[in-house]
Nanobody, 126 residues
Framework: QVQMVESGGGLVQAGGSLRLSCAAS????????MGWFRQAPGKEREFVAA????????YYSDSVKGRFTVSKDGAKNTVYLQMNSLKPEDTAVYYC???????????????????WGQGTQVTVSP
């Protein structure tokens, strides 16, 4: 059973930065499409970013494009989400997800199959 563990969340002032990490306990991590999602109170979970299995392609929602960067380190079985210029509306629980399918466009459009992490809270104060 693959396990995904997020870390790096916390409280930050608007304009600040945080880096989230998601460590996966799977030997074939490098073959997975990886993604980040978030869910704010009272709202549905939304897509934030994704990175292809090779790390050569990345994708972002319009709301975070230009501010967030997704990356992965195959040697550490870890995917990261660097979040800069944070805004109060970025406040949410952030989740990482994995999918064994290789085409990230298909994965994003049809939904990540999992596994999923347990989430980490990000709070941005005004």
């Amino acid at each position: 059973q693959v396990q995904m563990v997020e870390s790096g969340g916390g409280l930050v002032q608007a304009g600040g930065s945080l880096r989230l990490s998601c460590a996966a306990s799977v030997r074939t991590f490098s073959m997975y499409t990886m993604g980040w999602f978030r869910q704010a109170p009272g709202k549905e979970r939304e897509f934030v970013a994704a990175i292809s299995w090779s790390g050569s392609s990345d994708y972002y929602s319009d709301s975070v494009k230009g501010r967030f960067t997704v990356s992965k380190d195959g040697a550490k079985n870890t995917v990261y989400l660097q979040m800069n210029s944070l805004k109060p509306e970025d406040t949410a629980v952030y989740y990482c997800a994995a999918d064994q399918r290789k085409d990230p466009v298909v994965v994003i459009s049809t939904g990540f199959r999992g596994p999923w992490g347990q989430g980490t809270q990000v709070t941005v104060s005004p």
